[in-house]
T-cell receptor
């Protein structure tokens, strides 16, 4: 059974700092990995999707990497801003595609001005 | 652009009552999912549907039922609500490009007393 773990559960950093959020998964037979952002009381918004054949994806100040063999992904946030404060979740789908995602419990990020 | 619409946004319900949470999408996505999100437990899959006319059980299906009569609608029914079903429920879809990218509704907060 696929298990997804995110460490730390919560993180507080000063504005402007670069930071890394970690995600690990137990079964390397994944189809893709996604990173989501969730603001309090809201739904999840997809940030980045990495297919199993890819090593990384970038969007603005965000960069996500994937190492299938070690079962790890990282989300790098450059020059953090207070508006980045949210919960970040990673999720994986297993082969084949279109099967439901398994989620980590998220990292709650606070960026202090 | 509506995307995924969930209703109601919030509901308080007496135990034993029947309740249907509605989910409608206008993106013509094939796959749809229902998740519940609970503090400390993260997001857990209840039921899913890969295409109209088919449904499948997720991680926590007991006490819930779904139907998928057409592409756009995927209602979730609690036949006889219990307090342990107090949660935030999210409907999600997977895009037609078959990348597995997941899109979420804004959620329905259900309290069972």
């Amino acid at each position: 059974k696929q298990e997804v773990t995110q460490i730390p559960a919560a993180l507080s950093v000063p504005e402007g700092e670069n930071l890394v959020l970690n995600c690990s998964f137990t079964d390397s037979a994944i189809y893709n990995l996604q990173w989501f952002r969730q603001d309090p009381g809201k739904g999840l918004t997809s940030l980045l999707l990495i297919q199993s054949s890819q090593r990384e994806q970038t969007s603005g100040r965000l960069n996500a990497s994937l190492d299938k063999s070690s079962g790890r992904s990282t989300l790098y946030i450059a020059a953090s801003q207070p508006g980045d404060s949210a919960t970040y979740l990673c999720a994986v789908t297993r082969v084949p595609g279109n099967t439901p995602l398994v989620f980590g419990k998220g990292t709650r990020l606070s960026v202090i001005a | 652009i509506a995307g995924i619409t969930q209703a109601p946004t919030s509901q308080i319900l007496a135990a034993g009552r029947r309740m249907t949470l509605r989910c409608t999408q206008d993106m013509r996505h094939n796959a749809m999912y229902w998740y519940r999100q609970d503090l400390g437990l993260g997001l857990r899959l209840i039921h899913y549907s890969n295409t109209a006319g088919t449904t499948g059980k997720g991680e926590v299906p007991d006490g819930y039922s779904v139907s998928r009569a057409n592409t756009d609608d995927f209602p979730l029914t609690l036949a006889s609500a219990v307090p342990s079903q107090t949660s935030v429920y999210f409907c999600a879809t997977t895009g037609t490009r078959n990348t597995g990218e997941l899109f979420f509704g804004e959620g329905s907060r259900l309290t069972v007393l």
